[in-house]
């Protein structure tokens, strides 16, 4: 029988003993929204403790101050003005905007590691906010947002990508918003989608010019031209760009090897929209796939196109017995995109479904 919310305790017959009151649900405190990517931080501080906040009224009015709570449920914050000193509550129908000032930081990492810079490449895009008050649009960059009962929660990526800013839009503050596409989705549109485009390319991959790193790069949706700028303005210029990059934690050591192939010609293919021909996939065991990143795409004649990261990869392949009448063929995909793609066939086939063989090491760097 199901516990009901009471009002009162419980009796028991022929019981002196009274038990107390017992809830369906725990309630949950209200928390406010975390980054929607995977970033690892130091945890904000509760709600209710006062945070250095920002508020956007009507007519371009901004007042810095400090946020001594948040209630979700009243539609209302505590905010004092540092020009009145005086606590008052703020409904949320009195302002248009409100940035957390102070940021989320990334969390401790290794000696001599760097910080862990946001996914901006793959996350910020721009933002437009709406509203049928005669108001101006509130625009800005965010990566990614969530959107509740309250309204909107956005996050800017501030001091270099490594920290970011919380910002919430009321919803009586809107009636509509719209957001940009990403360097990574921009990119993502010259990525090959097909087999006749992927033979295409792999045939006149010898003729294709020699990019410069910072256009593969961008090629690849790893960068975005903002970052390419600053890593160039900095005074180490004998160091080289992508080796700028990877020490700034913008890219890893593999996102930039597979840069350096996509300079030399190699073809880019987007595993979320290319027909994965299952029988060729199939040909490469889903241990040796796991352990060489590497997902047979299809076949033509005796060659055999296989997506990696690097092209070196397929060197121990094509040693092995098994692919003796192939010639490997190299096709880059992003590691990120190969790991999901083999979780997927396995995620399909029943057969697959054991511990050893399910990947769980996309975050690695090898």
């Known amino acids: 029988m199901p516990l009901s919310a009471v009002t009162a305790a419980v009796s028991v017959p022929n019981s002196p003993l009274t038990f107390p009151v017992l809830d369906d649900e725990l309630a949950v405190p209200w928390q406010w929204p975390e980054p929607p990517f995977d970033w690892r931080h130091v945890a904000p501080p509760d709600l209710g403790s006062p945070q250095a906040c920002r508020i956007d009224a009507a007519r371009g009015v901004s007042v810095d101050g400090t946020m001594l709570g948040f209630d979700a449920g009243a539609s209302s914050l505590r905010f004092e003005s540092p020009t009145t000193g005086k606590p008052g509550t703020l409904f949320f129908k009195r302002f248009r905007r409100l940035t957390l000032t102070v940021p989320l930081v990334p969390s401790s990492h290794a000696a001599g590691a760097p910080l ?156 979320a929209k290319f027909p994965i021909d299952p029988a060729v996939s199939a040909l490469l065991p889903r ?59 396995m995620q399909r086939d029943p057969w697959l479904h054991t511990v050893a063989a399910r990947p769980g090491f996309f975050a690695t760097t090898v």
């Open 287 to 345: 241990d040796l796939a796991l352990r060489y990143k590497a997902l047979p795409l299809m076949s033509d004649q005796n060659r055999l196109i296989v997506a990696v990261d690097r092209p070196q990869r397929l060197v121990k392949l094509q040693a092995l017995s098994k692919f003796s009448k192939y010639k490997l063929v190299a096709a880059l995909a992003s590691k990120h995109q190969i790991m999901l793609a083999l979780a997927l066939q």
């Open 116 to 271: 862990e810079a946001v996914p901006a490449a793959q996350q910020e895009r721009d933002y437009q906010i709406g509203s049928d008050d005669g108001e101006p649009e509130l625009t800005g960059r965010t990566l990614g947002h969530i959107e509740t009962e309250e309204g909107l929660f956005l996050f800017t990526a501030v001091e270099g990508e490594r920290s970011v800013l919380r910002v919430f839009i009321p919803r009586c503050a809107y009636s509509s918003r719209s957001f940009g596409r990403s360097a990574q989705e921009i990119a993502s549109e010259r990525w090959i989608a097909s087999p006749v485009e992927l033979l295409r390319a792999i045939e006149h991959q010898r003729s294709m010019p020699v990019h410069r790193i910072g256009q593969s790069l961008v090629d690849l949706g790893l960068v975005t031209p903002n970052q390419i700028e600053r890593a160039l303005g900095q005074s180490e210029s004998d160091v080289p760009l992508g080796e700028r990059l990877v020490a700034m934690g913008i890219i890893t050591r593999a996102d930039l090897q597979t840069a350096l192939a996509h300079k030399m010609g190699y073809p880019l293919v987007d595993l």
